[in-house]
């Protein structure tokens, strides 16, 4: 079965960076989307930056308006993880921030519209001077 556990978040200072890290167990991430989400306290839950299954060199890879710029999502398959590089952050960015995976056999150019099954248990950014 499938497990995802995040790290790297933490507190940082507005206009610093973090990386988080999405380590994957239990199956290879060849054939999965890998999703970055975050939930503030009090907001919905939301997409931030997917990337599709290793079937296409690269991925297809889709961010919110909001990080566009800002964050970098990458995926190394032979070390089961995904990663997300979050620079310039800003305290609208203070959110939990979880990975989850989706079983895609053909990548598709919207990652982040796929139903995300597996779920990490998240990790707290917070963006504050």
């Known amino acids: 079965q499938l497990q995802l556990v995040e790290s790297g978040g933490g507190l940082v200072q507005p206009g610093g960076s973090l990386r988080l890290s999405c380590a994957v167990s239990g199956e290879a991430l060849d054939y999965y989307a890998i999703g970055w989400f975050r939930q503030a306290p009090g907001k919905e839950r939301e997409g931030v930056s997917c990337i599709s299954s290793g079937s296409v060199a690269g991925g297809y890879i889709n961010y919110v308006d909001s990080v566009k710029g800002r964050f970098t999502i990458s995926r190394d398959n032979a070390k089961n993880t995904v990663y997300l590089q979050m620079n310039s952050l800003k305290p609208e960015d203070t959110a939990v921030y979880y990975c989850?995976?989706?079983?895609?056999?053909?990548?598709?150019?919207?990652?982040?519209?796929?139903?995300?099954?597996?779920w990490g248990p998240g990790t707290q950014v917070t963006v504050s001077s």
């Open positions: 989850a995976a989706a079983w895609e056999v053909v990548a598709t150019r919207t990652p982040c519209k796929l139903g995300y099954g597996q």
